[in-house]
Structure formats: structure tokens, C-alpha cells
């Protein structure tokens, strides 16, 4: 039963630098997503994905990028890191609008925590 | 502008007490509003509401619509402290089925 898993869990990255956080699910779900989460703030959209190849901006998609190569999985990429990102990533999966199991659920995973200097 | 709005932002109560958690929401094309619950880690989905005046019920945690006046409510009775956490709404739009937006939490600390 892994649901949702991210890694890595805590990365320190100094301003300028790249990385990926990976997100994987078991679920055979179609939609992706990717959110950060700062206090105050509650959740934001970054990028999500509705399936296999296809990616789309969600509201603070600046200084990041998304690829879905297959379907369980789920990269974003920062390319150029800025203080600004510092924040907890959660990725998160549901099943599509018209599937039968579908009712709103995401199932999320337990978060990254980034930290840039 | 979309917006979602928890209140209060934070509150303390004893065991035993009753919580009442808002969440107003102001968004083109509404199409659910849902509660998750955060401790530590990952939220945990409670309820998905998307008719008015339809109680949603799951042991102590209950929840409602109203779609007239644009906001939900998330009760909890006999509260323990295991309750203690963060807890999330978010409203989905139109057809787009997972892009939640989600209000900032209202903290809840449950204390012995």
C-alpha cells in the first residue's frame, strides 16, 4: 500500500542550483498534481497533469517544470533555485472526471521540504 | 478574484469540547467543496460536499453545504486529541476535477 510516494523527503540547495523531486503513485490514477505549501497560504497549484504525456500550468507555475513520461509518475523540476522556493511540495493523485471511482479525492503524499539559501 | 476563506485561523479547545470550523468561498463555476484533515504530513481527505443542506457524517466530524450563501461547515463533537490539526478547504471549478483551491487552515490544538 504505497499511494503516493515523493522523493527525496528534505533537500538543502543553494540559490541557482537545480533539482528534481520525483513523485510516484500505485494507484493507476490519471491525474497528477503538484502543490506548495507556505504558511498562511495553504495549498498552491503549481503544475498538474490530467494524463501520460500531457502536463498543464496550475497558479504559481513560475520557476518550475513538470514532465509525465508515465503515467505513475510525476517530476518538477526547479531550474534555477531562488529563496522564494523554499516551501513544502506535496504531489498528489486522483482518478478522472468521468472514472467510476472518482469522487474529488486526491490522495496526497507526505511532502518534500525544500530549502533554498 | 476566486477566493476561500477559513475561520478562524487557529483556536484552542479542552477534550470533550465542540468545534465549529468555517469556510466561505467565493469562485466562478463552484462545483464541490471539500474538507481534508492535516497532522504532520499529507492531508487526508474527509468529505466532498456538492449539494446544499445534505449533512456528510463520519463518526464525531460532520459537514454541510449551503450554496445560497456560499459556505460550508465542518463540526466536530466530544473533540479528543487526536483531533489536533490542521484542517483544509478547498473548492473545485467547472470541469476541472483535481485543481483545488484550498483556504489557508484553521489549526485546531485539542488539549487534555
Known amino acids: 500500500n504505497a499511494g503516493v510516494t515523493q522523493t527525496p523527503k528534505f533537500r538543502v540547495l543553494k540559490t541557482g542550483q537545480s533539482m528534481t523531486l520525483l513523485c510516484a503513485q500505485d494507484?493507476?490514477?490519471?491525474?497528477m498534481y503538484w502543490y506548495r505549501q507556505d504558511p498562511g497560504m495553504g495549498l498552491r497549484l503549481i503544475h498538474y497533469s490530467v494524463g501520460e504525456g500531457t502536463t498543464a500550468k496550475g497558479e504559481v507555475p513560475d520557476g518550475y517544470n513538470v514532465s509525465r513520461l508515465k503515467k505513475q509518475n510525476f517530476l518538477l523540476g526547479l531550474e534555477s533555485a531562488a529563496p522564494s522556493q523554499t516551501s513544502v511540495y506535496f504531489c498528489?493523485?486522483?482518478?478522472?472526471?468521468?472514472?467510476?471511482?472518482?469522487?474529488?479525492?486526491?490522495?496526497f503524499g507526505e511532502g518534500s521540504r525544500l530549502t533554498v539559501l | 478574484e476566486d477566493k476561500v476563506v477559513q475561520s478562524p485561523l487557529s483556536l484552542v479547545v479542552h477534550e470533550g469540547d465542540t468545534v465549529t470550523l468555517n469556510c466561505s468561498y467565493e469562485?466562478?463555476?463552484?462545483?464541490?467543496l471539500l474538507w481534508y484533515k492535516q497532522e504532520k504530513k499529507a492531508p487526508t481527505f474527509l468529505f466532498m460536499l456538492?449539494?446544499?443542506?445534505i449533512e456528510k457524517k463520519s463518526g464525531r466530524l460532520s459537514s454541510i453545504l449551503d450554496k445560497k450563501e456560499l459556505f460550508s461547515i465542518l463540526n466536530i463533537t466530544a473533540t479528543q486529541t487526536g483531533d489536533s490539526a490542521v484542517y483544509l478547504c478547498a473548492v473545485t471549478q467547472g470541469d476541472s476535477w483535481g485543481k483545488l483551491q484550498f483556504g489557508a487552515g484553521t489549526q485546531v490544538v485539542v488539549t487534555p
Open positions: 469562485v466562478t463555476n463552484f462545483r464541490s
Open positions: 456538492t449539494s446544499s443542506g
Open positions: 498528489a493523485s486522483s482518478y478522472s472526471l468521468n472514472s467510476a471511482g472518482g469522487n474529488g479525492e486526491l490522495f
Open positions: 494507484m493507476n490514477h490519471e491525474y
